[in-house]
């Protein structure tokens, strides 16, 4: 569910944005078009990441790395 409402949100954002500069500067849709396709690459970027951060098996402590302090 987390998904699709972050893919609907990034989409609708981009297009009321888009909508307001057409508004603003009298153009036909030419720039809703162009941030709806940005708010879909956008939204499939950040769905991405997040299906990889929860299928990513999650990192094992490496004993020998010298950047954790164990003192």
Known sequence: MQL?????????FCFFI???LDKLLKFRGVFTTIFIL????????VCYRQII?????????DPDDPR???S
């Open 53 to 61: 951060e929860v299928t990513d098996p999650k990192k094992k402590e």
């Open 18 to 20: 888009g909508h307001y």
């Open 38 to 45: 940005l708010g879909v690459a956008g939204g499939a970027n």
């Open 4 to 12: 699709g409402l972050t893919m609907a949100g990034c989409i609708c």
């Open 68 to 70: 954790i302090d164990r």
